[in-house]
């Protein structure tokens, strides 16, 4: 019986141990979740590669995660963004941030004996008391390896002591606008009070990755660091296998940033990549630990969801997007489009224009293109008219990048409706060129001149004949009279 009571009170014991025992254990985040994916969870509908478009958050593990642009802040998908969470080693980010922006990366600094104060299961670097390196070293370690030791080494080579830079940590969080962040060491190993959001992780990420060697050694897969006076050259890999390459978890496209996890915070990752323009940070926090790859299938589909939300539209597709047309008067009854051509845009000019637009501003941008076009007709718009006929010229002016003109043709044939038979002359004469109607009106002005010249002429002979004739009657009364006369005379 004594020995079943020992027996019992071990056991009891060792629960008690199990809970309580371990330093802050019992204040921590909370416990990993379970799986709650196919094939773990049936209901949960199969994610499809082929559509990352319809990435729901149920398919993602983490408990806690945000997906951002990097470049205007906007949100395209998140789940308890807001959450108190675990950070682990993504903490280091932050005292990335503050070492490249206060410290002197390329002058060489002793380890101090700060670096030894860590918890016995922390990684590594490693780094050892009394070995001499430079910074940008002491960052690659940092981050590559995600060694608490560098973590720790930094913190009192930059802030002086341990806790005052955990202070410009705290005050840097709340610069950046961090409502739900607290640190308490510079490396996220667990301890009660240290605690972050996803949505406060990408503010903070985002700042970081503004700065080119923040990018550059995030984004390094693999790194040399220089011999020492303790140690040869040593080469370490980047935690983060989304950027090295060979790994079966590379991303393409990927920038960074940070893996991190432990018991308690479960698999937490923070990525970047960039594709078309278009640069993204995703951060997931607390996947699960029974399925190993979980944070890196989490990055990827985040990340393939955010790219298939952008779209990179070409001049040619703004343009096919206006379907601009022109009614073509006088054309058949039976004609397919009612007499309605549309414009094909031949461009003239070597010119590639292209924006990168998330899909919801396609109306915008298409308002924009509108905006900026010049189109000069130079067609009638009369029935017949041939598919390649040339309707008029237009000039795209963007606010960035160089002028594009093109030509406007015709897309198909419109034939000319019939003449009716009352028109049939009106039609005959208005298909005369205009200057044979000037030359027959010269003509016709001239007979007219003519004509009355030789009325005016034959008038002048008549009256010239009837004078005649006045005169020759008035001569011959004359001699008539004189005859008289003279006879008158005799007889007297």
């Not at 390896?145 to 806790?163: F, Q």
């Not at 549309?342 to 915008?364: D, F, G, K, W």
């Not at 004949?465 to 005379?489: S, T, W, Y």
Request: hydrophobic share 45%; glycine share 6%.
């Amino acid at each position: 019986m004594r020995s079943l009571r020992l027996r019992l009170s071990a056991v009891c014991a060792a629960v008690l141990l199990l809970f309580y025992g371990a330093p802050g254990l019992a204040t921590r985040a909370t416990p990993t979740p379970s799986p709650t994916l196919p094939p773990f969870d049936a209901s949960v509908p199969s994610y499809s590669e082929d559509h990352p478009e319809a990435l729901t958050p149920d398919q993602i593990y983490a408990q806690s995660f945000i997906l951002i642009n990097q470049d205007d802040n906007r949100v395209l998908l998140e789940k308890n963004a807001d959450v108190r969470m675990n950070p682990a080693s993504t903490t280091k980010i932050m005292t990335l941030l503050l070492a490249v922006e206060f410290g002197n990366l390329n002058e060489v600094y002793r380890i101090p004996a700060a670096a030894e104060d860590i918890p016995k299961d922390s990684s590594v670097v490693p780094v050892t008391v009394g070995e001499e390196m430079t910074m940008l070293d002491l960052l690659y370690g940092m981050m590559l390896r995600s060694g608490n030791d560098a973590a720790n080494a930094v913190a009192w080579l930059v802030g002086g002591t341990v806790e005052n830079f955990v202070n410009m940590m705290n005050a840097k969080a709340a610069e950046l606008g961090c409502t739900g962040t607290h640190f308490v060491n510079p490396h996220g190993y667990t301890a009660d009070g240290h605690y972050t959001t996803a949505r406060d992780l990408a503010a903070i990420t985002r700042a970081a990755m503004e700065n080119a060697t923040i990018r550059r050694i995030v984004g390094t897969g693999q790194y040399t660091m220089a011999a020492t006076n303790l140690r040869e050259e040593y080469v370490i890999q980047n935690s983060n296998l989304m950027v090295v390459y060979g790994s079966e978890f590379r991303y393409s496209g990927a920038t960074g940033v940070k893996t991190g996890t432990t018991s308690a915070a479960g698999q937490c990752l923070i990525s970047a990549a960039e594709k078309n323009d278009v640069r993204l940070i995703c951060v997931t926090l607390k996947s699960t630990t029974a399925f190993t790859n979980a944070k890196w299938q989490d990055a990827k589909r985040l990340l393939n969801f955010g790219f298939s939300q952008y779209h990179t539209y070409t001049f040619a597709e703004l343009y096919d997007m206006l379907n601009l047309t022109v009614p073509i008067s006088g054309a058949v009854k039976d004609d397919a489009s009612g007499g309605v051509v549309r414009l094909n845009a031949l461009i003239n000019r070597s010119a590639v224009y292209e924006v990168t637009t998330h899909v919801s501003n396609a109306e915008a941008l298409l308002a924009s293109f509108k905006d900026n076009l010049t189109i000069e007709y130079s067609h009638d718009f009369k029935a017949p008219v041939s598919v390649g006929t040339v309707m008029g010229r237009l000039t795209f002016t963007p606010e960035e990048g160089e002028v594009v003109t093109a030509v406007l043709v015709s897309d198909r044939d419109v034939s000319a409706a019939p003449a009716a038979p009352s028109d049939l002359f009106g039609n005959l004469l208005g298909s005369v060129p205009q200057w044979v109607y000037i030359a027959a009106g010269f003509l016709l002005l001239f007979l007219v001149i003519l004509i009355i010249s030789r009325i005016i002429a034959r008038i002048s002979r008549a009256h010239q004949r009837a004078v005649a004739r006045k005169r020759a009657r008035e001569r011959a009364r004359q001699r008539a009279a004189k005859a008289r006369a003279m006879r008158r005379q005799r007889r007297a």
